[in-house]
């Protein structure tokens, strides 16, 4: 069983950069597909980023594309998500995910395997 643990969360300012990890135990990623999801409070979990790992393949939700980009490190078995520009409205939990079908997928109900979450904040 594939065990995943995020790290990288903090507070920064408005602008300011994070860079969040997901490090995979138990079983290599290589066929897997990871995504990064966020939950602000009294919001529902909202798709971030996805990447496969057997092909690359990835994607992102409209809101960060072009501030966000997502990495994959099969020799480390790790993801990463590179969080430029950050914005308030970017303040969540992250949580990193693995679905077994080995896609991008945006649908959180195709992950199996969930993280316990990452806080970012970022401040105004």
């Known amino acids: 069983q594939v065990q995943v643990v995020e790290s990288g969360g903090g507070e920064v300012q408005d602008g300011g950069s994070l860079r969040l990890s997901c490090a995979a135990s138990?079983?290599?990623?290589?066929?897997?597909?990871i995504g990064w999801f966020r939950q602000a409070p009294g919001k529902e979990r909202e798709f971030v980023a996805g990447?496969?790992?057997?092909?690359?393949?990835?994607d992102y939700a409209e809101s960060v594309k072009g501030r966000f980009t997502i990495s994959r490190d099969n020799a480390k078995n790790t993801v990463s998500l590179q969080m430029n520009s950050l914005q308030p409205e970017d303040t969540a939990v992250y949580y990193c995910?693995?679905?077994?079908?080995?896609?991008?997928?945006?649908?959180?109900?195709?992950?199996?395997?969930w993280g316990q979450g990452t806080q970012v904040t970022v401040s105004s």
């Open positions: 995910a693995v679905n077994y079908y080995g896609t991008v997928s945006r649908r959180s109900g195709l992950y199996t395997i």
């Open positions: 138990g079983r290599t990623f290589s066929s897997y597909g």
């Open positions: 990447v496969s790992m057997s092909d690359g393949g990835v």
